[in-house]
C-alpha cells in the first residue's frame, strides 16, 4: 500500500516524539534528546512558532514524520525550506514514504517561492544518501556545519 501523507495537527504530539525518540536512537543520540509532548506541541503549533511536521501513514497507522522551516538566502533574496528532519520507521522503508515526504516538500517549496530546499545527513548514513542521490539532491561537501549549543552558547552569549 502507498503512503499517505497529512500535515500534522496538536494531537499527534505524541507519536511526532515517538519518531524524534526512534530517529535518535538510529543516529546513535537516543541520550539527547530532550524534547516532551509539551515543548513540541508548542514548538510546531504554538503562538509564533516556525516550524511544520507532516506524518506519512500506511493503511491509517504513521510510519514516519517530516518537520521543516523556512531559512533565507541573501545572495538569492528568497527564503529557502529546511528540512530538520526525516525519518521513516525501519518496517515500513522501502515502501515509498521518505521519497513521497522529499516530494512534497519539494513541491511546498515551489509553491512557496523558495530558491533552495536543503537538509543535512549524517556522512554515515548511506542509505539516506543513496535515496537523495537518487533524487538527484547534491551534496556540498565544501560547506562545514558549525554549531554552539548548551553551555557553550551560553557562555559566549555572555561573553
Avoid at 496538536?10 to 525518540?21: E, G, K, Q, S, V
Avoid at 512558532?49 to 531559512?71: M, N, T
Avoid at 513521497?100 to 512557496?112: D, F, N, T
Wanted: hydrophobic letters at 45%; one cysteine or more.
Amino acid at each position: 500500500m502507498s503512503p499517505t501523507l497529512r500535515l500534522a495537527t496538536r494531537a499527534d504530539c505524541a507519536t511526532i516524539l515517538h519518531f524524534i525518540r526512534e530517529l535518535a536512537v538510529y543516529e546513535k543520540a537516543g541520550h539527547e534528546v530532550e524534547a516532551t509532548e509539551d515543548s513540541i506541541a508548542e514548538a510546531l503549533f504554538g503562538e509564533g512558532s516556525v516550524a511544520r511536521a507532516i506524518l506519512a501513514e500506511v493503511d491509517g497507522a504513521p510510519v514516519g514524520f517530516a518537520v521543516w522551516f523556512y531559512s533565507f538566502s541573501t545572495w538569492q533574496a528568497k527564503k529557502g525550506l529546511y528540512l530538520e528532519d526525516l525519518y521513516v520507521s525501519p518496517q515500513a522503508r522501502g515502501a515509498g514514504a521518505g521519497r513521497a515526504m522529499l516530494r512534497y516538500l519539494a513541491s511546498l517549496a515551489i509553491e512557496e517561492g523558495c530558491g533552495r530546499f536543503e537538509w543535512s545527513v549524517l556522512d554515515w548514513n548511506e542509505p539516506a544518501i543513496r535515496v537523495y542521490r537518487g533524487i538527484g539532491a547534491e551534496p556540498l561537501d565544501e560547506w562545514t556545519r558549525y554549531r554552539l549549543s548548551g553551555a557553550a552558547l551560553e557562555a559566549f552569549a555572555k561573553g
